[in-house]
């Protein structure tokens, strides 16, 4: 069955400080992956995905992330933390049937000024 | 402006009464999603629909009930089965099922007392 394990519950970082929130995944199948935002009280939206080609995917607001294969990873990174990147994250693995996707537990980041 | 409506943002229910939670999407999307998030516990799947007049049950589909009676419209009735109904709902649609990346709706904050 296909599964998604973020590495801590809670990070921290500085204002300007490299971003990195990781991501493991299983899957049977080849994967399609997804990291999403929650910011309070909305909606998921979509920073970038996986699916297939380059495995450094960059996405919106200059997060990025890179598909390892042999490491099953697919970890999210941003160069310099601004405080409005303080949300919840969430990576994301399509399900064995290709009719669902897979949700991890999230990740909240703090930005400290 | 193409989107996902959830409407209310709030909903506040008795206990044992059955509330009934709205989705509309006007993205043409074809695969719609219901989702229960709680505390500490990410997404969890309720109920997903592939094509209209057809859903499948996810992993949590006990105590809730759909409908797809058109392209447009998911709605979510939670019942009085459901042991812990309050908390957040999060309708979402996808071009089709599986690979593609989801669209969310701001939410439906449900509390039941």
């Known amino acids: 069955a296909q599964s998604v394990t973020q590495l801590g519950s809670h990070v921290s970082v500085s204002e300007g400080a490299l971003v990195l929130l990781r991501c493991n995944y299983s899957?049977?199948?080849?994967?399609?992956l997804f990291w999403y935002v929650q910011y309070p009280n909305q909606g998921l939206q979509l920073l970038l995905k996986?699916?297939?080609?380059?495995?450094l995917v960059k996405g919106i607001n200059g997060f990025e992330a890179e598909f390892k294969k042999s490491e099953t990873s697919f970890h999210l990174t941003k160069p310099s933390a601004h405080m409005s990147d303080a949300a919840e994250y969430f990576c994301?693995?399509?399900?064995?049937?290709?009719?669902?996707?897979?949700f991890g537990p999230g990740t909240s980041l703090s930005v400290i000024p | 402006d193409g989107g996902i409506t959830q409407s209310p943002k709030y909903l506040f229910r008795k206990e044992g009464q059955n509330v009934t939670l709205s989705c509309e999407q006007n993205?043409?999307?074809?695969?719609m999603y219901w989702y229960r998030q709680d505390p500490g516990q990410g997404l969890r799947l309720i109920y997903y629909?592939?094509?209209?007049?057809?859903?499948q049950k996810g992993d949590i589909a006990e105590g809730y009930s759909v409908s797809r009676e058109k392209k447009e419209s998911f709605p979510l009735t939670v019942t009085s089965a459901q042991k812990n109904p309050t908390a957040f709902y999060l309708c979402?649609?996808?071009?089709?099922?599986?690979?593609?990346?989801?669209?969310f709706g701001p939410g439906t904050r449900l509390t039941v007392t």
């Open positions: 979402a649609s996808s071009i089709t099922p599986g690979h593609y990346e989801q669209y």
């Open positions: 899957s049977s199948v080849p994967p399609y």
């Open positions: 996986y699916t297939t080609g380059a495995t």
């Open positions: 994301a693995v399509s399900g064995t049937s290709y009719d669902k996707v897979i």
């Open positions: 993205l043409n999307h074809d695969a």
């Open positions: 629909s592939q094509i209209v007049n057809d859903f």
